[in-house]
DNA sequence: GATTCGTGGGG
DNA sequence: TCCCCAAGAAT
């Protein structure tokens, strides 16, 4: 089948089957670039379900780039709190600056898109394509897969990447590019799923090596993932007389760079004794053991931690002291969120 | 090219 | 329970 048809066809299923997203300009009116960006910084690695609720609190909140820029990084990063990936939300901000700086107009072009921060490969054309409808070939793990499919590509993730990346932008028609990058998403999205495809209702059926050899779900080849390790760590909850609870601020990069925590000793491949944990505790206390083991699974670590209760009198120098009520206003990470609900729990 | 970066849902 | 993975970027 000719790729202008393919394209086509495609158009026309998503004509038919357009789905309604918070960020996604209705069929006929103009996308605005503001939504599109915030929409794809939060989307990248993370579900629409989870983005959503997201997406609606910054768009109330920040209405513009410019309401964006002015905010202070530690309310943006609280806001992110819960969503993952916190350099997302430094680099939104830092981003919002610069265009902000510029005039508050993004740049239309992928060229000029990709030298923004937190904006890449994939952000850069979907930006290009969707807001601005410039002939842009999107490429995400949607495209990757759908694209492996339908030639039957036999090399592996991710060294297969240029490969199929010449193959969408073969696919990527002049016409509508912005209906047609988030046409091929969708299509990855709710048809060219990661398991039990929908091939029986799919536009690009009839086309398709995959499907015409029977094992879709075969696509696309990847190379295996090391194993993730398992590191040990001690929480130390330390509670002041009125019953607030001690936070600290991590460093500004690495993982949850800038965001809050409850202090921790290092993270080990080895357990820590009782006696180790309260020898390396960040102040001397009557160090409690509290019950439950707490397990938090990152993208590279499986976390294991344990719980050490102290009451102070002073707060530590370079922490500070947060009511249990008022944890909502910290930019807390979903793992130190666990600890202070199994805190809270086992007294 | 390989690593580092979160979190929650689905099968 | 476990594994996969999601509109990837930065280093």
Redesign the pocket.
């Known amino acids: 089948m000719p790729k202008e048809s393919m394209a086509e066809q495609l158009l026309a299923w998503y004509d038919r089957h357009r789905?309604v997203?918070p960020?996604?300009a209705k069929a006929g009116e103009t996308a605005d670039p503001y939504r599109v960006w915030l929409?794809?910084?939060m989307?990248?690695?993370?579900?629409?379900?989870?983005v959503g609720p997201y997406f609606a609190s910054f768009l109330a909140r920040w209405p513009s780039v410019e309401a964006l820029a002015a905010a202070p990084l530690d309310d943006v990063l609280t806001a992110w709190?819960?969503?993952?990936?916190?350099?997302?939300a430094r680099?939104l901000h830092k981003?919002a600056q610069a265009v902000a700086a510029r005039g508050g107009d993004f740049p239309s072009d992928e060229a000029g898109l990709?030298e923004?921060?937190?904006?890449?490969?994939?952000?850069?054309a979907?930006i290009a394509a969707?807001a601005f409808d410039q002939r842009a070939a999107?490429m995400?793990?949607?495209?990757?897969?759908v694209v492996a499919r339908l030639y039957r590509v036999q090399s592996a993730l991710?060294?297969a990447?240029?490969e199929l990346r010449a193959l969408a932008d073969s696919l990527t028609p002049d016409q509508r590019p912005g209906d047609y990058a988030?046409a091929v998403?969708?299509l990855?999205?709710t048809i060219c799923?990661?398991?039990?495809p929908r091939c029986a209702l799919c536009p690009w059926r009839e086309a398709c090596a995959a499907f015409k050899a029977g094992d879709a779900e075969d696509y696309?080849r990847?190379?295996?993932?090391?194993e993730r390790p398992i590191l040990h760590a001690t929480a130390y909850w330390m509670t002041m007389p009125d019953g607030s609870v001690v936070l600290r601020r991590r460093k500004e990069?690495?993982?949850?760079?800038g965001?809050m925590e409850i202090p921790t000793n290092t993270w080990r491949a080895t357990p820590w004794t009782l006696d180790e944990a309260r020898g390396v505790a960040p102040v001397a206390a009557a160090w409690r053991d509290l019950p439950g083991n707490i397990r938090?699974?990152?993208?590279?670590?499986d976390l294991r931690l344990t719980l050490l209760s102290g009451s102070l009198r002073k707060v530590p120098d370079g922490m500070l002291a947060a009511s249990l009520d008022k944890l909502g206003d910290y930019a807390l990470?979903?793992?130190?969120?666990?600890i202070v609900s199994a805190a809270v729990k086992g007294g």
């Open positions: 789905r997203l960020w996604r929409s794809e910084i989307l990248q690695q993370t579900t629409v379900a989870a709190a819960g969503l993952g990936y916190y350099a997302r680099n981003c990709l923004l921060p937190g904006i890449g490969a994939y952000t850069a979907a969707i999107v995400d793990g949607n495209v990757e897969r991710p060294a990447k240029p988030q998403m969708d990855g999205a799923t990661p398991r039990k696309p990847k190379t295996p993932k090391p990069e690495g993982l949850l760079g965001m938090h699974v990152f993208t590279h670590i990470p979903s793992v130190m969120r666990k």
